[in-house]
């Protein structure tokens, strides 16, 4: 899928929350929206879920122009918030094969990956719970389980490194985002964490008051925060290096 | 007992008055004085009604128990309210952590949490028991004023005290709620059917005598009871007191003995019905192994719920295309069960007038009796087959993300126009039966009553009715949208056209309502009156149909400026 920002503003009052916002996003990558608490990243993530719209500028998937009422493009990509929403009501295993249905998705011919995503998520136990039930970390396991069933184009993933998942929830996350860069798809989460950006994304974008400030590929970024021991805190701070 | 220091708070106000400014503090506002009327008011018709059904079918000496069993029964009513407000009290403290967050004891927490209980009780016990007071004595009377004190305080207490007692274990184990609820709901029945039918259905005069004389001896059942009028001077005030002395006893050891389900909420949830499962099941749910892998793996998509011919005619009316949606966000309700409950509820009906006698209950009730024969089924219908509530309700639950809630299905591939559609089909699905249901019933009604052109009427009236509730589902779905939608800057406009538009709308419902009914009543009087009917039912179809369109329009504009991304998502209610 091809995704391009263009010009994107938004302002919540008086408050911008972006501004003249420019992205385009390589295909097939792990993207890392990094930025200080109120940057404007989670705007991004619900503009590009269709959830809030631009009051300026485009947002295009396949050189489409986005709104979430065209559900040929809005079943190409699956958001999870950073508190996953689940049906509260339902089990675990409903709740999955209900995302995997409303997605028109289903597990013919893929039973041994689906099988692989649920062992590696730790989900397997806890089928027959209901989701209201379920802590914050096993929700978003649950939630990456839905990714796994859904297989979408585009993952869109709130703060996952803050999410109070496990050591193997988060190793889950990574090797389901890999496999579905692996198969084409593109996933782009946000983090405030420069480091675990840099080790896990193919490129960093770093916002600042709405701004994108820098977008590199995470290997310069990962050479600089060698050289720079207290470069993560310059990124987050603007005072980007020239790479 | 209090957790703050006093002195603290008074002089943490007069600092804060200092730089509040010249404005000063904001004002606490009169919800709370609102908030109290509305419940008194709430109570005020209840009390009219079971005074008139009385009066209208018995003649003063019965009046005097019958009045009675309904009092205590509303007092016992009242008593229910007070149990929903421990529950509450306690699952906010248990659950929500307010005061188990604190560094205080379980038991100081409980016994502020009694406190909170009781000073939020106190108020609606009196407020429920001065109306009884009134209306068992006459305070205007000066010299039964001190009699009307003396009842309104015991009543007042006794209802605390039941309150009290109630959380005792061993009233549990007794299920003496329970009875208490039975013994109201079969006396409420008793009264319904007397109401109706008076002294024809038991005519002769002893078995009448007889049936009251168990009645009175029944109400003794209800604690309430024991101090009214004529009752504690023949053996009531010592149950009384022993009752009210009980439950104030309870009420001061009740942090003791509540202290051990503090970390434990279900257990006592339990005794106020509000736990649908044990504690042990819900701590402990069933365990699923890796092998549930192959269950969802072999599950079938999610299907709406088909487990009543109703759910049944519903599903085979949803396209194929929403059945997924109709899975996610129908819910389970039992809509054949509620059909077939309100079919019966009618059958019965008809048979009790259709082989009872005609209700005569003399000139001065007349009107009332007819009200209640015909009011009762329609309020029935309405709850039992219309959907008042929007059947999607789910898809529209505000969920945070982020800070900002917005509707469940904006987060999910579902668009705008099959929540539409969906809720278009359960209607007009539900609505065909309710039609089906409620015109040959009060067709029969009308029959019964003689009133043949109120019959011919009806026949027009209630399918208009059903096809204007059926045209107004986009109007009302697109008013449903409204507090999840957060406007952009610029499109004023756009917003006072729609909300000008429900004007018209409105106006247009009402015109062809009175101008269906109109038609109903001159097609069943006929000869010169019928001739009206050219005249009304062009006009009826007309502003049932433009109606109709305006409503489908609103919703289109709606859906077009979503298209044109003149809203975000945002819903106000978290």
Known sequence: MHIELQGIRKSFGRTRALWDFDLSVPPASVIALVGENGAGKSTLLRMMAGICVPDGGYLTYDSVIFDREQMDLRKRLHFIPDMPLLFPDYTVARNISTFAALYGKDFAGREEEFSDALRETGCAPLMKRTAGQLSRGQMWKVGLACVAAIGPELLLADEPFASGMDEMGMGAFRRLALRLVGGGSTVIYTTQMVGMAVDFSDYVCVIRDGRKAMLADSASLREYLKREPQGAEHILRGHLPAL | MKLHDPDTEKELIRIARRLAGPTGFQKPGFAFWIDLIWRALAFAPLIWLAAMAIAATYGNDSLIILSQAICAILLMALVRVGMGQVAMSFKTACFFGTLANLPITGRTALTLIRGIILRRFWLPAMLGSLPIAIYLHNPGDPGRFP??????????????????????????????????????YILIAYFVVMYLFGARLVTPSASREAMESLIDRIMWIFPPVWVFPGKIGNGGLIPAVSWIALGFWNWLRWPASAFPNYDRPYDILGAFGDAGKSRDEMIEPEESTPLEQTIILSDPPTRPPSNGWVERLIAASIPAADL???????????????????????????????????????????????????????????????????????????????????????????????????????????????????????????????????????????????????????????????????????????????????????????????????????????????????????????????????????????????????????????
């Open chain 2, 147 to 184: 009699e009307f004190l003396a009842t309104l305080g015991l009543l007042a207490a006794i209802v605390w005290a039941t309150l009290g007692i109630i959380q005792f274990p061993l009233v549990h184990r007794l299920r003496l709620v329970k009875i208490w609820h039975w013994v109201a």
């Open chain 2, 324 to 574: 997924a949606t109709a899975g996610a966000f129908m819910p389970e309700t039992k809509h054949t069960s509620r059909a077939n409950q309100t079919m019966f509820f009618a059958a019965v009906w008809l048979l009790v007038l259709g082989f009872g006698k005609t209700p005569n209950p003399g000139e001065q009730y007349r009107d009332l009796v007819v009200f209640v024969t015909w009011a009762v089924p329609s309020f029935v219908f309405i709850i039992g087959l219309l959907s008042i509530l929007n059947p999607l309700k789910d898809a529209l639950r505000p969920c945070p993300v982020g800070n900002t809630p917005v509707p469940f299905f904006t987060t999910l591939p579902i668009p705008l126009r099959s929540l539409l559609r969906l809720t278009f089909r359960i209607t007009i699905v539900r609505t065909v039966i309710a039609v089906a249901i409620a015109t040959p019933f009060f067709c029969i009604l009308a029959k019964i009553h003689q009133l043949p052109e109120v019959g011919a009427g009806i026949v027009a009236m209630i399918p208009a009715i059903g096809a204007a509730w059926i045209f107004s589902v986009p109007a009302l779905i697109s008013n449903r949208l409204d507090p999840h939608l957060r406007r952009r800057k610029g499109i004023f406009p756009l917003i006072l056209a729609t909300s000008l538009a429900q004007v018209p709308i409105g106006f247009l419902w009402i015109i062809g309502s009175i101008a269906g009914i109109g038609l109903s009543f001159t097609w069943g009087m006929g000869g010169t009156a019928g001739q009206y009917a050219f005249l009304l039912l062009p006009a009826a179809i007309a502003c049932l149909v433009l109606g109709g369109i305006m409503s489908r329009l609103l919703f289109e504009t709606l859906h077009l400026s979503l298209r044109q991304r003149r809203y975000d998502w945002k819903s106000k209610i978290r």
